[in-house]
């Protein structure tokens, strides 16, 4: 199926659409609306849910998304969230509250939950599907083990599509902008009968290479563009109020670049970066390239019966990846490149099944309670290709084998003791079950020391317990306590390293807040303390002097701090924004030790390597990292919002909206360098709109990080100081018609 072509007709069919439907009511511009979630597997006020919640949607998303960038975008936006990648737009990482997992491999393991539809994205790959025609996203913190899915200790990130409705609608965008950037999205919403309703959502996003490469003879002369295309269709059928069926297929084609790692990048004996350091150039021998074709469906059945609803979720994941690229950044000769390296990573045969049974009490009683099953099936093979530095020819490949089996069965209760205090508990008991297996083809080196055969069977309570109060009219005061879960994890032997494994996490998470409502309805102010350990933390090593990556186990770690969220409709026409957080993470574990990168200045090739300083104790060759914060664990974040409107007499607005995200500086790695400490990180948005035709066309222009603050985000430490950027300022214009 050719993506871009129905990407294509899903513009022109929202296109044809005829201009029937009926006006949207004026917003209530005097006060705040109110803010619905599904945190708890149903539709509540954000107000009212025990549990530290934020979400995004409605015009703040679309500004947020107008640049083309990935889902990255999202990173910083609410309290605790960050999200990095060295894969690019193929391969999000995502933290919450400074737990999340570095590790880069297609099995890796992420204690942040990505559900996208109600289907669980357990596939680091599966968790880049492109944001479009979305109703909202909700990052719920802390563990949310009882009612979502699987490996959520550090919470989920929630998407929800614009489902089929029985108006007819839909709306077109285009943008363009520097860099060869042109994004296109759209929608149409077809209402068939007075039973069935159909949805057609499609985006298409490319951008040219912009960073040239000036090797001499050059395999990847251009880098750093990209055509992402995806689709969505959904079909609706809802015959009578008690039962409906949902059915959703999706799509996506990426052809594109994988992150581009910049040799030197880095000043030795400091986190600058380096002198004559240019965004646009590069010098390296190897090819860059990266592919990824996905496809999917999902069946949601709901039957609302005599005080209990019942759902049947049903979902299938199909992906198909391929990256690769020059891993050491730099060409022959180069300082700090003591040895050449061009890998690349696939997968092949991925399949992804899950099965929800789900029921929920209907009544209005004081007592309400949800319970179900779950079911989860997966499996793939991995390849890791090396390639031949002068020929670019594959002479190398480890297959890996994985499947991984796992089911659960779930109960929440929800009780309102009194009209000011409600009580809800949870408890889930998950079963899960991993087999792997390597096997070798070709002329490198492949180690067997640990055996290329490894399986894994856990299992495990979990649950929380939470109260509200409610303080007066305006304020509910709330305590919640959890216990998370994450099965145990396996990696593949490489070249260098065998196979290894770490056991099953958990974590114990406190957590107590507030959430108000306040003046009328015209601020809305929410806050947190929290405090959580993880015993037996999976942990990734990766790089190293030796270039090996390994999975381990810390005794423990922990995290503790606050989060604080404000909308505050200063005028009816003056909305503003903020959100903060402080993260303490440390890691707990006075014996855990790993080989930092070249740190020793030996390098098993015979050259020299550009080593960054080692900032912790080195101890038979390794770098202790006890006391340690997480990795990419920022301290402190904060993001402000800022809209202001003038309305004009005819009815017509313009419109500017400005907003801000910063984190303070992160640690790269485990161990702590000087080099691979990246500094605090701002970057901000403007854009200028007008907006017509009673809300239906709007034309804006646009800057993404307007002040051009180029950071080092991340780095590759075992060959030398290579690191990988944000990008530069981007601008455009866009324009947005809806019927």
């Known amino acids: 199926m050719n993506v871009p072509r129905l990407s294509l007709l899903a513009l022109a069919l929202s296109t044809a659409l005829p201009a029937l439907a009926q006006e949207t009511p004026a917003k209530d511009r005097s006060q705040l609306e109110t803010v619905v979630i599904t945190a708890e597997r149903r539709a509540e006020n954000i107000k009212d849910v025990p549990n530290a919640v934020s979400k995004i949607s409605g015009e703040r998303l679309d500004v947020l998304a107008s640049g083309g960038q990935d889902l990255r975008f999202l990173s ?41 539809d109600d289907v669980i994205q357990e596939n680091p790959i599966l968790k880049g599907f492109p ?24 919470g989920v990130v929630k998407f929800d599509s614009v489902k089929p409705s029985q108006k007819r609608d839909g709306y077109v965008s285009a943008t363009i902008g520097n860099f060869g950037t042109l994004n296109l999205e759209g929608a149409a919403n077809l209402p068939l009968s007075d039973d069935w309703a159909a949805r057609i959502s499609a985006q298409t996003q490319r951008r040219s290479d912009w960073v040239d490469n000036t090797a001499a003879n050059a395999a990847t002369p251009k880098t750093e563009g990209y055509r992402d295309s995806a689709v969505r269709a959904q079909v609706l059928y809802e015959p009578h109020k008690q039962f409906s069926a949902l059915a959703n297929v999706h799509f996506r084609d990426l052809d594109g670049s994988p992150r581009l790692f910049r040799a030197n990048a880095i000043k030795r004996g400091t986190n600058d970066l380096a002198d004559g350091f240019s965004n646009d150039t590069v010098a390296f021998n190897g090819v860059n390239a990266q592919t990824l074709k996905q496809s999917g469906g999902s069946l949601r059945l709901k039957w609302s019966l005599d005080g209990v609803n019942i759902y049947s979720i049903t979902g299938y994941e199909h992906v198909k990846p391929l990256s690769r690229g ?65 020929t670019h020819a594959d002479v190398d490949h480890i297959y890996t084998a994985q499947t991984n089996k796992a089911w659960a069965a779930f109960g929440s209760v929800n009780y309102a003791v009194s009209k000011d205090i409600t009580l809800r508990g949870g408890l889930r008991y998950t079963k899960d079950k991993k087999d792997l297996s390597t096997t070798h083809a070709g002329s490198g080196g492949f180690n067997t020391s640990a055996g290329t055969t490894a399986s894994t069977d856990d299992g495990k309570w979990s649950g929380d317990l939470s109260a509200t109060y409610k303080l007066d009219a305006t304020t509910n005061l709330y305590a919640r306590y959890a216990n998370g879960f994450r099965a145990s994890s396996m990696q593949n032997a490489s070249a260098f390293a065998g196979q290894s494994q770490a056991g099953p996490e958990s974590v114990n998470s406190y957590e107590i807040g507030f959430k108000s409502e306040l003046l009328k309805r015209t601020l809305r102010l929410s806050g947190s303390l929290f405090t959580y350990t993880v015993k037996d933390l999976q942990l990734t090593a990766v790089g190293g002097s030796n270039n090996a990556t390994r999975l381990l186990n810390a005794q423990k770690a922990t995290g503790s701090g606050a989060e604080l969220n404000l909308e505050a409709l200063i005028t009816p026409d003056f909305l503003v924004t903020f959100g903060g957080s402080l993260n303490n993470t440390k890691i707990k574990d006075a014996g855990l030790g790993v080989p930092p990168g070249g740190s020793l200045n030996t390098a098993p090739f015979g050259q020299p390597r550009t080593y960054p300083t080692v900032l912790d104790p080195i101890v038979n060759g390794n770098a202790m990292v006890d006391g340690n914060p997480l990795p990419n664990a ?86 030398n100081l290579t690191g990988f950027i944000n990008d530069p300022r981007t601008y455009g214009v866009q324009f947005k018609a809806m019927f």
Do not use: C
């Not at 909700?138 to 899915?149: H, K, R, S, Y």
């Not at 049974?357 to 997966?378: H, I, K």
């Not at 004009?648 to 702590?672: H, I, M, P, Q």
């Open 76 to 116: 910083g936006r609410v309290p605790s969230l960050n999200i990095e990648s060295s894969f690019g737009r193929a391969f999000p990482r995502f933290y919450i509250r400074g737990y999340g997992n570095t590790d880069f491999r297609l099995n890796a393991s992420q204690p942040v939950s990505v559900i996208v």
């Open 131 to 154: 944001i479009f025609d979305t109703a909202a996203v909700e990052v719920v913190a802390g563990p949310q083990g009882t009612l979502f899915g699987r490996n959520t200790p550090a």
């Open 326 to 390: 020059d891993i050491d950044g730099g060409v022959p000769g180069a300082p700090g490149i003591p040895f050449q390296s061009e890998t690349g990573s696939g997968m092949n045969g991925h399949r992804q099944l899950t099965q929800e049974v789900r029921l929920e009490s209907n009544t209005s009683s004081p007592l309400s309670w949800q319970a179900g099953m779950y079911a989860f099936d997966e499996k793939y093979t991995i390849d890791n290709i090396g390639y031949d530095t002068t």
């Open 634 to 719: 920022p301290k402190w974040t904060a993001n402000l919002t800022a809209r202001y409107s003038i309305p004009l007499a005819s009815g017509d607005e313009v419109y500017v909206y400005t907003d801000w995200a910063y984190r303070s500086k992160v640690n790269f790695f485990l161990y702590e360098a000087t080099e691979f400490t990246g500094k605090s990180l701002t970057e901000g948005g403007l854009r200028a709109g007008y907006i017509w035709g009673n809300g239906k066309y709007e034309a804006a222009g646009f800057v993404r990080n307007l002040t051009n603050q180029v950071r080092v985000t991340g780095g590759i430490d075992f060959n």
